[in-house]
């Protein structure tokens, strides 16, 4: 019935002229009697649920109030509802039917309490859902949560920066903990756009949220949605590849890949490519660590930064330097130059006028920030260009000219291949001459006739100017007559002097020139020319002699071999052998005297002559030298020649052998000293020196000295081989 009473009321309508008659009914003050007709239905989870209201924060005048909810589980898109407005104390009563949405505004009286009702109204009758909210509307007055949020980490710090719908400012609380984890941290907003929270750790991620701080005028402030806010990126982006190459007509290839270390928490990478110069600047986004872009000759800087929710990290820096030739894409005389004071003309080829009308001229110091002009000329090919700032003088200016492909404004609207470099060329604004001469002449080559000259250019800073070659001036040492030699050409480091005098010294200076004049000269230097026999100077000469004597003595050395061994021996031993030590030969020479005692004392029993040596078959091979032994330290001297031990001994017998002489010299000969320990040569030095030589007794009164008949005596012989200088015998010289 109910159905067929709005079909009615809506063809009445039709016919009255009110076409389209809005779903909601006007308004009407009563006692609200339409309140009693849903008094059966009740509240419910599973209905409509959560109703709230509040008042908007907006003028005064203008306060709406708004009232939201949630639907019941049996609720569809087909589902409308029925929103009841009760202020008693007023006698209001507003009823709105058929809301399809979950959401309705109307305006009540704010200082008086009012109850609102929400009905399902596609509900059967008998077992209808509502929802009830009670509340005065000038207290219901909601400021916030915020329209948007902005975190932005940096240097274990959030910033949080909020906007309000109520386009209004007002200061904030903002709560924060690490991702699951309690408990909140709040902390109070200095002012009213932003708020700082220190003290983070930068790789955690954190949750936030905010509201704003109440007041008179906002009775109300929710909190807003928390919102997860990822880690820090703290990693600088490593780029890998960045490779310039040039392409046709005036454009160059970009091509850089880079990485990024912990970049799971990276949504994207921020690209901000814009002209050294200032004139253009455009932030480019992507998802892949790779950009190719198409740039022209001019100056870029490309900085390349990882991107989340919550900030970027720091940038890497790349910069594309200007185009330093023409001649990469055959650009010579496409672009001509001309300077004055305050102004520069330029030209173009005028071909480019034929396809071409936007065009911008760059100009600047090579390695400097470069200054900019954007032009627009259909038919014509050339321009004046005021200067802000005169050009300096003695330096040199690089200007670029670039044609781009729009025609209804000159301006970029895009960095990426959006221009090409029509042309390229250099300039001063007043050249003058080098202030410096080349430096670190030398004489490659010399001849008796000629000599290579070679130097190092003079810097571009030096040369003032377009440097057009060099001049050589070179004379006869002590003679005023000066020649030149004029190299036209800059790239030029060397030079031959020809037909010059031999053995003759020459006095050389160089320097630079431009289209001014002549530079600075260098320091005079002097080279000498060789003579016919091919030296070159006074000290070559002596240094091949010095040569030839030192190969020389290296020979004659080389052919005394057994000296070299010896010295070698001597000098520098070779490793030691623990069996030559000192210790060892002491204790090998005990052993050997007490083998040779008994024959020792065998032979001062016989009643020889002592003048004489006695020889024993095969003693010399098994016991080396015992004559020689006895000048040993700690060893006894043998009988001296007039001792008494001399006295008595019987005359020698004819039949006693070889001459004494003759024997103690082939023993001694044939006998080597004793073994020199190779862990010192002062063991020896101080055995031989520890104990002097033992002074012969003065003779009695009555006594006359007696001269030793037959020449000297046999112990003569053996302490003369005893005591026989070291070094001379290992270095193979003979005792006697």
């Known amino acids: 019935m109910r159905h067929l009473a709005c079909a009615v009321l809506f063809i009445i309508g039709v016919f009255s002229g009110n076409c389209g008659s809005p779903p909601e009914m006007s308004p009407v003050k009563s006692n609200c009697p339409q309140s009693v007709n849903y008094s059966h239905c009740h509240s419910s989870k599973e209905g409509i649920h959560d109703l709230d209201c509040y008042t908007m924060y907006i003028q005064q005048s203008d306060r709406k109030t708004n009232c939201v909810w949630k639907p019941g589980r049996q609720s569809s898109n087909m589902t409308t509802y029925t929103l009841i407005i009760e202020q008693k104390d007023r006698n209001f009563c507003t009823r709105y039917e058929n809301i399809?949405?979950?959401?309705?505004?109307?305006?009540?009286?704010?200082?008086?309490?009012?109850?609102?009702?929400?009905?399902?109204?596609?509900?059967?009758?008998?077992?209808?859902?509502?929802?009830?909210?009670?509340?005065?509307?000038?207290?219901?007055?909601?400021?916030?949560?915020?329209?948007?949020?902005i975190f932005q980490r940096n240097s274990s710090q959030l910033e949080i920066k909020v906007s309000w719908a109520e386009k209004r400012k007002q200061t904030f609380i903002v709560k924060y903990r690490e991702l699951n984890s309690l408990p909140w941290k709040q902390v109070d907003s200095h002012n009213k756009t932003s708020c700082l929270v220190s003290n983070l750790t930068a790789l955690l991620f954190y949750e936030v949220k905010v509201k704003c701080v109440t007041n008179q005028k906002c009775r109300q402030c929710p909190w807003s949605n928390v919102a997860i806010v990822p880690p820090e990126l703290t990693s600088t982006p490593i780029i890998e590849k960045f490779d310039v190459t040039p392409q046709k007509m005036g454009k160059r290839s970009i091509v850089t890949h880079w990485k990024l270390a912990n970049n799971e928490s990276v949504d994207s990478y921020r690209v901000l490519v814009r002209k050294v110069s200032g004139e253009f600047s455009q932030t480019l986004y992507v998802t892949q660590p790779i950009l190719r872009l198409i740039l022209s000759g001019s100056a870029y800087y490309i900085d390349i930064s990882a991107r989340n929710s919550a900030g970027f990290s720091p940038p890497a820096h790349r910069m594309v330097p200007t185009v330093t030739s023409a001649q990469d894409w055959d650009l010579n005389g496409n672009l001509n130059v001309t300077v004055s004071n305050s102004e520069f003309e330029i030209s173009w080829n005028h071909s480019l006028t034929q396809t071409y009308c936007c065009y911008s001229v760059e100009w600047g110091?090579?390695?400097?920030?470069?200054?900019?002009?954007?032009?627009?000329?259909?038919?014509?090919?050339?321009?004046?260009?005021?200067?802000?700032?005169?050009?300096?003088?003695?330096?040199?200016?690089?200007?670029?000219?670039?044609?781009?492909?729009?025609?209804?404004?000159?301006?970029?609207?895009?960095?990426?291949?959006?221009?090409?470099?029509?042309?390229?060329?250099?300039?001063?604004?007043?050249?003058?001459?080098?202030?410096?001469?080349?430096?670190?002449?030398?004489?490659?080559?010399?001849?008796?006739?000629?000599?290579?000259?070679?130097?190092?250019?003079?810097?571009?800073?030096?040369?003032?100017?377009?440097?057009?070659?060099?001049?050589?001036?070179?004379?006869?040492?002590?003679k005023e007559q000066n020649t030149s030699v004029v190299i036209d050409s800059a790239g030029v480091d060397r030079c031959t002097l020809s037909n010059l005098k031999s053995q003759t010294a020459y006095e050389v200076q160089l320097s630079a020139f431009t289209a001014v004049g002549q530079g600075v000269r260098s320091t005079s230097l002097y080279f000498e020319t060789t003579n016919s026999r091919g030296y070159q100077t006074v000290a070559g000469a002596v240094a091949g002699i010095a040569v030839t004597v030192f190969f020389l003595l290296l020979g004659a050395n080389l052919s005394s071999s057994v000296v070299c061994k010896r010295a070698k021996e001597l000098f520098w031993p070779s490793i030691p052998n623990p069996g030559n030590s000192n210790a060892i030969q002491k204790i090998d020479g005990a052993f050997e005297l007490e083998v040779l005692e008994p024959l020792r004392r065998?032979?001062?029993?016989?009643?020889?002559?002592?003048?004489?040596?006695?020889?024993?078959?095969?003693?010399?091979?098994?016991?080396?030298?015992?004559?020689?032994?006895?000048?040993?330290?700690?060893?006894?001297?043998?009988?001296?020649?007039?001792?008494?031990?001399?006295?008595?001994?019987?005359?020698?017998?004819?039949?006693?052998?070889?001459?004494?002489?003759?024997?103690?010299?082939?023993?001694?000969?044939?006998?080597?000293?004793?073994?020199?320990?190779?862990?010192?040569?002062?063991?020896?030095?101080?055995?031989?020196?520890?104990?002097?030589?033992?002074?012969?007794?003065?003779?009695?009164?009555?006594?006359?000295?007696?001269?030793?008949?037959?020449g000297p005596t046999v112990q003569d012989y053996i302490r003369q081989a005893t005591c026989l200088p070291y070094p001379s015998e290992r270095l193979g010289f003979s005792a006697l």
């Open 100 to 149: 399809s949405k979950t959401t309705h505004l109307f305006y009540p009286f704010e200082q008086s309490e009012m109850t609102v009702y929400v009905i399902d109204a596609s509900s059967d009758e008998r077992n209808c859902m509502m929802a009830t909210f009670t509340g005065i509307p000038e207290n219901l007055v909601r400021c916030g949560p915020p329209a948007s949020i």
């Open 365 to 478: 110091l090579r390695g400097e920030k470069m200054s900019f002009h954007s032009l627009h000329r259909k038919n014509s090919n050339h321009d004046i260009i005021s200067l802000k700032d005169p050009l300096q003088p003695y330096k040199r200016y690089v200007f670029l000219l670039h044609t781009r492909p729009d025609k209804d404004t000159c301006n970029l609207k895009s960095i990426n291949d959006s221009e090409s470099t029509a042309g390229r060329t250099e300039a001063y604004a007043k050249e003058g001459t080098p202030i410096s001469a080349p430096g670190n002449i030398t004489c490659l080559e010399v001849t008796s006739t000629s000599l290579v000259i070679a130097w190092r250019p003079v810097s571009e800073e030096a040369a003032r100017g377009f440097l057009l070659g060099y001049t050589i001036h070179y004379t006869e040492n002590g």
């Open 602 to 710: 065998e032979q001062q029993a016989q009643e020889s002559d002592t003048s004489s040596l006695l020889i024993i078959e095969g003693t010399a091979e098994t016991l080396p030298a015992p004559a020689c032994l006895s000048s040993l330290p700690g060893q006894e001297e043998l009988p001296r020649a007039g001792s008494p031990a001399e006295e008595e001994s019987p005359p020698p017998s004819p039949q006693a052998g070889p001459s004494p002489v003759a024997m103690a010299t082939g023993e001694c000969r044939a006998t080597p000293p004793p073994a020199v320990s190779d862990y010192t040569t002062m063991e020896l030095f101080q055995q031989i020196v520890a104990r002097p030589p033992a002074r012969p007794q003065p003779p009695g009164p009555s006594e006359q000295p007696q001269e030793p008949q037959g």
